[in-house]
């Protein structure tokens, strides 16, 4: 048997290699390959010796040849094929090792330069692996060193790598493929492109999931490739407790989003994908006490999000509920130390700094599938509080402390399904209604909730009031200030109902509907 060897990562290379050769494989490798190996001492041939060539534009070409790729593709089934080889004295290679030039991380590198980028594109290596894994039934392709150990474990326990074994190494190594051409592409392209005609998207596995939405549902958590710090997919560390599920894991995506927001220190609350208790305080204990107020029945079993570091007081606070995922930057010792004893409660450590994601198609992109196909948007991004821009529409206008009620109210209500009506009062959430139909509907949740907190509330509303019934709602409950975007045929009326109540209202003149 021959394998051919041409790898940038050599992580296991010279244990494979040992391996390979202790079964009487003979070794072929290309330049760095084999001054690798040898170094480690081991009988290697090099290709041009193979292929009677030298490597030449600086190893732009070393392995493209007949006899690299006759060997690698005849099928050995084939009288006709193995005769062309014997005619041509050319032999067959039985495996290819080959690993890609890191072009992700010299593209990705600040400050990189176009020829750096482009002589970090490989030719060679995806050409070897497609061959290789075409020819799958005689030729064995690694790509991977998590798969070396178990490719000689196999080979020793059963004589041979059976052919599901070598199938499966060849959907690895032609999605490997895939992925390495989704980068270049997505770099060549560049930002300005952002819905291209065609397009392929890179997904990395992070781990399975306990199950989907249901148990019956099986799942998995995959990472967009590239994206790396500040994403649940990408840089989250679980401290404690059960796997997670995939519905733990939108709602903690959905909480996390939530309280990066806020520059003050947050605590969220959030069930089933909607905030049911958001405040912000300096003292974090006080911040949850008044975010489990907002809705206590609600966040009975829900994911907790916290923007600052959990202190041992603050879990102390938080262990006398019940709730699924606890996510924040860090826990200190004496907070694992509360929580430790729930040994089933999830803690999650995720930095609150802005996500890093790749440049390209996929990168900062929201993905929605539908049957047949996906819906691709960009996101939705909140404005600064200094650019939020605050349009008056009323003769009363809000007071300073209305209006940090409003700007508060109007950052949550982005995180909660349409229809979106969220009431707040001293930076705390007292009410919210959301995924109504109506949204006269959603406004009478929003003040059920609440109850007599509504009296003096900011309310914020997603989008605009189509019919003055939703102002009218409000103002019977209490509430002294409305946030939406305004828009509506009848925003006219909509005022006049707010002008009627004494409400201040004032429009920004941009919606985020949440479906």
């Known amino acids: 048997m021959r394998a051919i060897l041409s790898v940038s990562d050599r992580s296991g290379l010279v244990d494979l290699a040992q391996g390979l050769a202790a079964r009487g494989v003979e070794l072929v490798a290309t330049g760095g390959t084999r001054a690798h190996l040898a170094a480690a001492g081991l009988p290697v041939t090099a290709v041009d010796a193979l292929t009677g060539f030298p490597e030449i534009l600086e190893g732009r070409v070393k392995t493209l040849h007949p006899a690299i790729y006759g060997g690698l593709l005849a099928r050995r089934d084939r009288p006709a094929d193995l005769a062309q080889l014997d005619a041509h004295g050319l032999g067959l290679i039985d495996l290819v090792v080959v690993n890609l030039y890191p072009f992700r991380e010299t593209s990705g590198r600040p400050g990189v330069q176009l020829p750096e980028a482009l002589e970090q594109i490989d030719i060679g290596g995806p050409s070897l692996l497609r061959a290789a894994a075409k020819n799958f039934p005689a030729v064995i392709v690694l790509c991977d060193p998590a798969d070396y150990a178990g490719i000689l474990a196999e080979w020793d326990g059963d004589g041979g790598v059976s052919e599901t074994t070598r199938r499966r190494l060849a959907a690895r190594a032609f999605g490997h493929v895939a992925a390495y051409d989704t980068a270049v592409a997505g770099y060549l392209r560049g930002p300005g492109e952002r819905f291209p005609a065609t397009a392929t998207l890179a997904l990395q596995k992070v781990q399975d999931l306990r199950y989907g939405e249901n148990p019956h549902q099986q799942a998995a958590l995959y990472r967009t490739d590239g994206s790396a710090g500040g994403t649940l997919a990408g840089s989250t560390r679980q401290l404690q407790g059960k796997e997670l599920s995939y519905n733990n ?98 803690l999650l450590a995720v930095p609150m700094t802005p996500p890093v994601v790749p440049d390209q198609f996929g990168g900062g992109l929201v993905f929605r599938s539908i049957d047949g196909g996906m819906l691709v948007q960009t996101p939705d991004p909140s404005p600064d509080e200094g650019t939020l821009p605050l349009r008056p529409q009323t003769t009363r206008h809000p007071t300073l402390t209305e209006i940090s009620d409003l700007i508060f109210a109007w950052r949550v209500a982005q995180h909660v399904k349409s229809n979106a009506i969220v009431l707040a009062k001293a930076r705390m959430v007292v009410g919210v209604g959301g995924g109504q139909p109506s949204r006269v509907d959603s406004v009478r949740i929003a003040v059920g909730k609440a109850g007599r907190r509504a009296a003096g509330s900011a309310l914020a509303s997603d989008a605009f009031f189509p019919f003055a019934d939703g102002v009218e709602e409000a103002a019977k409950a209490g509430v002294a200030t409305i946030i939406q975007p305004g828009g509506s045929q009848n925003d006219a009326q909509v005022i006049a109902a707010a002008e009627a109540a004494g409400l201040a209202m004032v429009f920004t003149g941009q919606r985020h509907f949440r479906h």
């Open 249 to 346: 894991l939108l709602d903690a995506d959905g909480v996390l989003n939530l309280v990066r927001e806020f520059i003050t220190p947050t605590i969220a609350i959030v069930k089933h994908s909607n905030p049911c208790g958001v405040a912000s305080r300096d003292d974090l204990v006080e911040a949850f006490d008044l975010a489990l107020a907002g809705d206590p029945v609600s966040a009975f079993g829900g994911i907790v999000g916290v923007n600052r570091p959990v202190t041992g007081a603050l879990a102390l606070a938080l262990s006398r509920m019940f709730f699924e995922v606890i996510l924040a930057p860090d826990f200190d010792a004496d907070a694992r130390h509360v929580l430790g004893g729930k040994r089933h409660l999830r």
